[in-house]
Structures are given as C-alpha cells and as structure tokens.
C-alpha cells in the first residue's frame, strides 16, 4: 500500500500569500505615515530652537 504524499494545495499556498500581502500592505500603510508625522514634529522642533536662538 502506497502513503499518500501530503503536501499544501495551490489555492492553500494563494490563500497564504495573499493574507502576508494584506498585513504587509497594512504595515507599510501604517510605517509611512508614522515617518511623515516624525519628520512633521522635527521640523516643528527645529523651527521652536531657531526661534529661541532669534530671541537670544
């Protein structure tokens, strides 16, 4: 009697790579816009320490 060879079925294998490709979309979604409020709040710090040298 011959065992049956397991292995993951084509749609197993498409069903898997589409879900990593949702969450690594929704994770790069999330990164960029964490990268643009960072740049945002260092520009509005360096903007406060120019300020605060002009007073000086």
């Known amino acids: 009697m011959r065992k ?3 292995a993951f ?3 197993e294998i498409m069903l898997v790579v589409t ?3 949702i969450l ?3 994770a790069i979604y ?3 816009g964490n990268v643009e409020i960072a740049k945002h ?3 509005s710090a360096d903007v406060q320490a120019l ?3 002009l007073k000086l």
């Open 24 to 26: 690594m979309g929704t």
């Open 30 to 32: 999330k990164l960029v």
């Open 4 to 6: 049956k060879q397991q």
């Open 9 to 11: 079925t084509l749609l």
């Open 51 to 53: 300020g605060t040298q």
């Open 19 to 21: 879900i990593i490709a």
């Open 41 to 43: 709040t260092a520009v």
